[in-house]
């Protein structure tokens, strides 16, 4: 009893710090967007210096499972509870990195006058967070139609992404003195629809966990 009850306080604040390191890559993300409309650079090199903090939340998360896994020898559903908190701080450490790589392209940008006001991007980085909340809430709730719903988003954020590249490769020839810019732009779109396909890959940790199957959302 008493050995289950340390296990079961051990695996919650696997989990609490999961979420912790989560909710700090998601806020460096919803600010890395606001930096990049603002072209703040002294913001955007904020951002990369906190990264080190999500860095270290993944390396005390890393440990606490390992020590888990050899004091406890856990096995079956309790093991797969542990493997799944660490397939998504991997996620979940990606998508701090993406919000790192829109904040040094806001500074390859910099000051320079945008070709056009940045509407659509956070439009897009919108539905990738929505993305985010609800495969972070699903692995909380372990709720599987959450989960599943990712998949539907995703297919959005696609579309988006798709029609946002061709419009931005559309500048190059109009604007050739920023080419810079369009590419960094072009950039930035790739670094939220990779944050969609994380958010995708932790709902099909959190279908895993609960069903012990594995599941291809994208399929």
Do not use: W
């Not at 139609?145 to 988003?153: F, I, Q, S, T």
């Amino acid at each position: 009893m008493n050995t289950r009850f340390n296990f079961d306080t051990n695996l919650k604040q696997l989990k609490e710090m999961l979420i912790e390191m989560a909710r700090k890559s998601e806020q460096a993300i919803k600010e890395s967007i606001n930096t990049l409309i603002q072209q703040d650079i002294e913001k955007a090199n904020k951002i990369i210096e906190n990264d080190t903090i999500i860095d270290e939340l993944e390396h005390e998360i890393n440990n606490k499972a390992i020590i888990l896994i050899a004091k406890e020898s856990p096995v079956a559903g309790d093991l797969r509870k542990i493997i799944v908190a660490l397939k998504i701080s991997s996620e979940v450490e990606r998508i701090a990195d993406n919000a790192v790589n829109i904040a040094k392209s806001t500074l390859h940008i910099g000051k320079e006058k945008l070709i056009k006001e940045i509407v659509d991007i956070p439009k897009m980085m919108d539905l990738a967070l929505d993305m985010l909340s609800d495969s972070l809430n699903a692995f909380l709730t372990e709720d599987v139609e959450l989960a599943r719903k990712c998949a539907e988003k995703d297919d959005k954020v696609d579309e988006m992404y798709g029609s946002l590249i061709k419009e931005l490769l559309g500048y190059i020839e109009k604007y050739p003195a920023h080419i810079n810019q369009i590419t960094q732009l072009a950039f930035v779109c790739r670094y939220i629809e990779r944050l969609a396909d994380h958010s995708t890959n932790i709902a099909e940790h959190v279908i895993y966990l609960v069903t012990g199957e594995r599941y291809d959302l994208n399929a």
